[in-house]
């Protein structure tokens, strides 16, 4: 509401230099080539007073935040200005009262009900004064208009001023309010991506702790077979049977890990980059990598960095397989500035018709899949403060590329 309250003042400020540019010009209008009999010193000091309230306005914008408190003082001034200038100018026959109507017309849109009831006090209030106390005109005499026609050309005018003035302020706030309900709309669905995230990563901790029992057990029967005596090529099965159960056991004990270390500091843990596409390339035997770049200074990263490759990885196997072309192009590439990273399948490509990142978690094109890769690939690199994107390749595929700060990669 504060911020809102300040961007509403910001806009006042712009307004309120129309407005004395406006006054101004009127004065000089009335009092040269029209020859109203007004007194000139008292309309130019309610210019000058409000010249003087809006520097103090705007500099007051750039100090900081304000509330409707505030707000409602600033649009105060306003009227009590308007009320002065009106009064010494005719008083209620002067066409341009009908401003009264625009700052409650400001109020009601940018400031709380209890704030709205006491600008139209004071609105009222301000009419009321300049009605009670306002100088009525002479009469014009040689005038190029008569009283009634000067009364319908101000009033032509002050039409003019007040359809500009809505349609400067509505649509500038109009504009406010689709970004603010975009940015609302984003940031639920981010909330709801991020709920089933961590719904997803409290039911894999518990998953964690009840599989580490039967891979232990497997472990031992492996290891039994490993130390009979068996043909070599039967021992070279049982010896990747062994690797594969490691690699699940490491997986397994990286996801009970937060669970384990509770409230306890525990140093930054880091992950090798090298050893991360090695254990894929063991789990995904079938599949063909060819590789390219160099991950210099970023061998040894955060583990999240870790988990991402191996999801973008697993997603661009899981197209080429289904499409019959069990291949993924991987090229790393580390500078000062972070690491950039870019995969391409040689799948069947995507759907333009689908966005992106589906609205739904768990939305897969794949036949078997559960729709995740992509979420927490994304939702790993929007918290890391990255960039993730994705468009088609040449060919066939589609190639997802991705950047990370030098500050995120590094393990914390």
């Known amino acids: ?72 003082l600033h649009i105060a001034v306003d009227v009590a200005v308007l009320a002065w200038q009106v009064a010494w100018s005719g008083g209620v026959a002067n066409p341009f009262t009908s401003l009264f109507l625009l700052p409650i017309a400001f109020a009601a849109l940018a400031l709380p009900l209890r704030w709205i009831y006491a600008t139209a006090a004071i609105c009222g209030a301000g009419y009321a004064a300049a009605a009670g106390f306002g100088r009525p005109l002479a009469h014009v005499h040689g005038a190029p208009l008569d009283g009634f026609d000067l009364h319908l050309w101000g009033m032509a005018v002050n039409f003019l001023i007040s359809a500009g003035v809505v349609l400067y302020f509505f649509s500038r706030l109009a504009s406010a309010l689709r970004a603010r309900e975009h940015e609302l709309a984003r940031l639920r669905e981010r909330f709801a991506r991020n709920e089933g995230i961590v719904a997803l990563a409290t039911h894999a901790a518990s998953v964690a702790h009840e599989l580490n029992t039967p891979l232990g057990t497997l472990t031992l029967m492996v290891d039994d077979l490993l130390e009979r005596p068996q043909p070599d090529e039967l021992r070279e099965d049982h010896q990747t049977i062994r690797e594969l159960i490691d690699v699940c056991r490491d997986r397994v004990r990286e996801l009970a890990a937060p669970a ?111 729709g995740v890769g992509l979420a927490l690939s994304h939702a790993t690199v929007e918290r890391l403060g990255g960039e993730l994107s994705m468009q088609a390749s040449d060919g066939r595929g589609i190639c997802i590329r991705f950047r990370l700060p030098a500050a995120a990669v590094e393990a914390r």
Not at 16 to 36: C, E, H, K, S, V
């Open 260 to 370: 384990e270390t509770g409230d306890q500091a525990q140093p930054p843990r880091r992950v090798d980059l090298e050893r991360v596409i090695e254990r894929w390339q063991l789990v995904r035997a079938a599949v063909e990598l060819h590789r390219s770049g160099t991950i210099g200074r970023y061998a040894s990263v955060d583990p999240a960095v870790g988990h991402l490759l191996q999801a973008l990885l697993n997603n661009a196997a899981d197209a080429g397989v289904s499409a019959g072309v069990p291949r993924v192009d991987l090229h790393l590439d580390a500078d000062a500035d972070g690491l950039r990273g870019q995969i391409r399948d040689y799948g069947d490509g995507f759907d333009r018709a689908r966005p992106f990142l589906p609205a739904r978690l768990f939305g897969s094109s794949k036949p078997d899949g559960l």
């Open 1 to 72: 509401m504060r911020a809102a309250s300040t961007s509403f003042l910001g806009t006042l400020c712009t307004l309120r230099w129309l407005a004395i540019a406006g006054q101004a010009a009127a004065i000089l209008a009335a009092t040269g080539p029209l020859g109203l009999a007004l007194a000139p010193m008292p309309l130019w000091l309610g210019v000058g007073a409000l010249a003087a309230f809006n520097l103090y306005a705007a500099w007051r914008v750039r100090r900081g935040e304000a509330g409707p408190a505030e707000t409602f």
